[in-house]
């Protein structure tokens, strides 16, 4: 979305897109948020919870883990693991930046890292914002943001599984353009289902997507620029 064919980043683009999105935000939590949640709570069946069980933001870590786990393994066995220890370079950011420069190019990396950075980048911006979840408006009328908080309940916004979604299913797009419409659909639908299941408001869902979409872009510009 905000990649030339080349992978470099469109950054006034992007700029452009994040001030949308965060009026869009400010929007949402002051206007529309409430009627939205609640529409969308209309919605709710047993296959947005599968949905959203499936695309826990901790089933993206394991699952991306284990598939850069296997490759580091296959690798090993071809090369005496030298794209983990270089023995030629000393220090731990020469082994960072011959162990990226070896594995930038792997599909199962690429995700891994995308995944990774947005999980880590929601967890953050959720202590910090400290918004209340909606059960607190369903059950007691309440809203309202406590920061910080490491409490869940208080853990709202952004949304982590449409991060973590968006990041993961964004780049594995851009990797598999055939099947594109398939992975930005399925995001999107994870996106719905966290408001359908009365996890998340529309505004956390929209900041965690944007968010998915931006990471997958700036990791695969970073790790694949010309």
Do not use: Q
Request: aromatic share 14%; proline share 4%.
């Amino acid at each position: 979305m905000f990649l030339t064919t080349d992978n470099k980043i469109k950054w006034r683009k992007m700029g452009l897109a994040a001030l949308l999105v965060m009026l869009l935000v400010l929007l949402g939590v002051f206007f529309f948020d409430k009627p939205l949640f609640v529409l969308f709570r209309e919605l709710d069946c047993k296959f947005f919870h599968i949905l959203s069980a499936i695309f826990d933001d901790k089933v993206w870590f394991v699952a991306t883990a284990v598939a850069a786990v296997i490759f580091c393994i296959k690798k090993c066995a071809n090369t005496d693991c030298e794209f983990i220890v270089n023995r030629r370079k000393v220090g731990l950011v020469s082994y960072v930046r011959n162990f990226l420069a070896n594995t930038k190019n792997n599909n199962a990396f690429l995700i891994f890292y995308s995944v990774l950075t947005a999980g880590v980048l929601v967890k953050l911006l959720k202590i910090f914002i400290g918004r209340a979840r909606p059960i607190f408006f369903e059950a007691l009328d309440m809203t309202g943001f406590f920061p910080p908080s490491l409490d869940w309940a208080f853990n709202s916004m952004p949304s982590g599984h449409t991060a973590v979604s968006f990041a993961g299913l964004v780049m594995i797009g851009m990797l598999l353009p055939k099947y594109k419409p398939l992975t930005w659909g399925l995001a999107v639908l994870v996106g719905v289902s966290r408001i359908a299941v009365g996890a998340h408001w529309p505004s956390d869902v929209l900041l965690g997507a944007f968010i998915g979409m931006v990471v997958a872009d700036v990791v695969k510009g970073f790790l694949l620029k010309k």
